[in-house]
């Protein structure tokens, strides 16, 4: 990216700050990946519990709900194959409901209030802010990357368009020009910002308006969540 490339997207990056960070949830929050699907009888009668958990914690969550291919169809899965099943096989899903707290599983009696506390007490020296601006059918995020220490591995920094009429369900994994952010390490006083983009095309599923986007930094090798945080449009 050449230099006023850099200065006009730092401008952009700024506005779209003043505009939505006020919006976005504090940092160090859990991150959620709940796995499920309509025809899945025991995914039906969890979620009352489930539901009761997270909206008991929700100031100190991120939460991404998504949809498997079985063991009966569901159209959440099928508006979006690739994303869910690109989830579905990284975490090796092979049983519903799955949940995921910061990229370990869990099991449903084990998923609790107490563990989301213990979770959200432990801190990050990884900084990560996210806003985003909709315009007619294409959204745009800024996330800001800051790291106050060394940190090695593998990782990659993830923006996911959520929500709409239908809680925090997936609807598309926003990308960039240049495809995944892959990063091999951490350097201390690193920072980073970039921009990520989709099209999110209205239906009775999904209302763009009600859009929010969750962005967190996993360890593609451990599946540890470093950090995560959302923006919401207001």
């Given at each position: 990216?050449?230099?006023?490339l850099?200065h006009?997207?730092?401008?952009?990056f700024?506005?779209l700050?003043l505009?939505?960070?006020?919006?976005?949830s504090?940092?160090?929050?859990?991150?959620?990946?709940?796995?499920?699907?309509?025809?899945?009888?025991?995914?039906?009668?969890?979620?009352?519990?489930?539901?009761?958990?997270?909206?008991?914690?929700?100031d100190?969550?991120t939460?991404i709900?998504?949809?498997?291919?079985?063991?009966g169809?569901?159209?959440f899965?099928?508006?979006n194959?690739?994303?869910?099943?690109?989830?579905?096989?990284?975490?090796?899903?092979?049983?519903?409901?799955?949940?995921?707290?910061n990229?370990?599983?869990?099991?449903?009696?084990?998923?609790?209030?107490?563990?989301?506390?213990?979770?959200?007490?432990?801190k990050?020296?990884?900084?990560?802010k996210a806003?985003?601006?909709?315009?007619t059918?294409?959204?745009?995020?800024?996330?800001?990357?800051?790291?106050?220490?060394?940190m090695?591995?593998?990782?990659?920094?993830?923006?996911?368009?959520?929500?709409?009429?239908?809680g925090?369900?997936?609807?598309?994994?926003l990308?960039?020009?240049?495809?995944?952010?892959?990063?091999?390490?951490?350097?201390?006083?690193?920072?980073g910002?970039?921009?990520?983009?989709?099209?999110?095309?209205n239906?009775?599923?999904?209302?763009?308006?009600?859009?929010?986007?969750i962005?967190?930094?996993?360890?593609?090798?451990?599946?540890?969540?470093?950090?995560s945080?959302?923006?919401?449009?207001?």
């Amino acid at each position: 990216m050449n230099n006023s490339l850099k200065h006009l997207f730092r401008i952009s990056f700024f506005v779209l700050s003043l505009l939505q960070f006020e919006n976005s949830s504090a940092q160090n929050k859990v991150l959620i990946e709940k796995f499920s699907n309509t025809g899945c009888a025991p995914c039906l009668k969890y979620k009352p519990k489930f539901d009761s958990i997270v909206n008991s914690r929700i100031d100190k969550i991120t939460l991404i709900e998504y949809r498997t291919s079985w063991p009966g169809v569901d159209a959440f899965y099928n508006m979006n194959v690739n994303d869910n099943r690109e989830r579905v096989i990284y975490y090796e899903v092979t049983g519903i409901p799955m949940i995921q707290v910061n990229g370990k599983m869990y099991f449903t009696n084990e998923f609790t209030s107490e563990l989301i506390d213990s979770l959200y007490s432990l801190k990050t020296p990884i900084e990560l802010k996210a806003a985003f601006s909709l315009k007619t059918d294409t959204v745009t995020a800024i996330l800001y990357l800051k790291s106050n220490v060394e940190m090695k591995g593998n990782f990659r920094l993830y923006a996911m368009a959520c929500g709409g009429e239908y809680g925090n369900i997936l609807r598309q994994s926003l990308s960039t020009v240049t495809g995944a952010v892959k990063i091999q390490e951490l350097k201390k006083d690193f920072q980073g910002d970039y921009s990520f983009n989709g099209v999110f095309i209205n239906s009775k599923y999904f209302n763009a308006n009600k859009t929010k986007v969750i962005c967190f930094l996993q360890n593609i090798e451990t599946k540890e969540v470093v950090v995560s945080c959302y923006a919401i449009l207001k």
